[in-house]
Structures are given as structure tokens and as C-alpha cells.
């Protein structure tokens, strides 16, 4: 037991001796779970509802869709950052989905010449001076964007022009995470977010 006892010494001084390995900081982040749908998808709630009129419309009138803005910032806050694309999404959906219904929609945003590059061509612009001076619009679908915890919520109307009457109206909720893109990890309101490997 004499002999024992110092073994035991002996023992414990040299695991006290031994460096111990530095605490581990948690890299698990939360995974990014996707939307199930697509904008386009949760935009086409959004036809169906502007569909249901009022009142049958002219045969000839013409319908154009404008951006959507966030709610509080209707001249100058078009939406950025997480929503970034969001906005003009919404309304390529919305023009393609009422196109295919049958509606007389306008591509107001067509230049007058196709302009040519090296490696592609375009006839849509947003310069004003390229455009036509008098746009022969109807109706339009406008709308606004309000950011809730969880989701967009849009809001839109098919207006018209003339006389500013509201023809029909829907609403429907994005997910906030229906633009994310493929990144591994992204930070999305101050969290670290990890997609598959």
C-alpha cells in the first residue's frame, strides 16, 4: 500500500502536466430552410384574385404592370438587400401569368430599335428618352410590399388610369427566404444560415 500511494502521486502530477485541449466554439448554424415555392408560384395567387373583376372589362383595354414598392417608401425604397430581385420578379410574373390568361397586356418598357452588342441584344430600356412619348395604357396592376417576421406581404390592385377606380384587388404572403440563393452559408438578420453539403 506504501508503494501504492506514491504510484498514485506520480500518476495524478503527470495528467495534471498534460496540456488540456481548448474548448470547442460551436460552428452549427441553423439550416436555411428554402421556401417551398417559387415567386412565381405565390404570385400567381395573386392572378387568380386580380382575375375575379368587378365589372367585365373593355375588350381593348390595355394593362401594363408596374414595380412593386415597399408600402412606407413608395417613391424611392424599391425593395434591396434580402428582397433584392424580388420586386421585379413580381411583376415579370405578373405580366407573363396575365399574358397567358388572355388579358391585353402592354410591354410599356419597349424601345423604339433594338439596340445590339457584342454577345447579346435588347429591346427593353427604362430611359425615358428611348421610349415612346405616349404609352397607351388602360389599366395597370401596381402594388406595394410591407416586411413582415416571416414574409413579404403584397398587396395589388388592377387600377384604372382614367379614373383611378380600383377594378380588382389580392394580397398574398412571400416567404422571406423565397429569393436565398445557393451559398453554402449566408447571413440573413444577423444569423448564420448553412445549406446542404
Same mark, same amino acid.
Given at each position: ?12 502530477? +503527470? ?8 474548448? !470547442?466554439?460551436?460552428?452549427? +448554424? ?7 415555392? /417559387?415567386?412565381?408560384? %405565390? ?11 368587378? =365589372? ?8 401594363? @404592370? ?13 425593395? /434591396? ?8 420578379? $413580381? #411583376?415579370?410574373?405578373?405580366?407573363? #401569368?396575365? /399574358?397567358?390568361?388572355? %388579358?391585353?397586356?402592354? =410591354? %410599356? ?10 454577345? +447579346? ?11 415612346? =412619348?405616349? #404609352?397607351? $395604357?388602360?389599366?395597370? @396592376? ?6 413582415? #417576421?416571416? +414574409? %413579404? ?5 388592377? @387600377? ?7 377594378? !380588382?384587388?389580392?394580397? /398574398? ?22 445549406? =446542404?453539403?
Amino acid at each position: 500500500m506504501r508503494l501504492l500511494l506514491p504510484l498514485l502521486l506520480v500518476n495524478l502530477a +503527470a495528467c495534471s502536466l498534460i496540456p488540456q485541449p481548448a474548448p !470547442s466554439i460551436s460552428t452549427r +448554424a441553423p439550416k436555411a430552410a428554402m421556401a417551398p415555392y /417559387t415567386v412565381n408560384d %405565390y404570385v400567381n395567387t395573386l392572378t387568380v384574385q386580380l382575375s375575379h373583376l368587378k =365589372e367585365p372589362l373593355s375588350r381593348n383595354s390595355r394593362i401594363g @404592370v408596374s414595380s412593386f414598392y415597399f408600402a412606407d417608401g413608395l417613391d424611392t425604397k424599391l425593395m /434591396t438587400e434580402q428582397a433584392s430581385g424580388l420586386s421585379q420578379q $413580381i #411583376q415579370e410574373s405578373l405580366l407573363t #401569368q396575365m /399574358t397567358q390568361l388572355g %388579358y391585353h397586356t402592354v =410591354e %410599356y418598357r419597349l424601345d423604339n430599335n433594338i439596340t445590339l452588342s457584342s454577345n +447579346a441584344d435588347n429591346v427593353l430600356s427604362r430611359d425615358l428618352n428611348k421610349l415612346r =412619348e405616349r #404609352q397607351k $395604357i388602360d389599366l395597370i @396592376v401596381t402594388g406595394t410590399v410591407t416586411r413582415q #417576421q416571416h +414574409a %413579404y406581404i403584397v398587396n395589388a390592385r388592377l @387600377v384604372n388610369i382614367n379614373s383611378k377606380q380600383v377594378l !380588382s384587388a389580392g394580397s /398574398t404572403e412571400i416567404p422571406i427566404n423565397v429569393m436565398w440563393g445557393n451559398e453554402k452559408i449566408q447571413q440573413r438578420d444577423g444569423l448564420l444560415y448553412r445549406s =446542404e453539403y
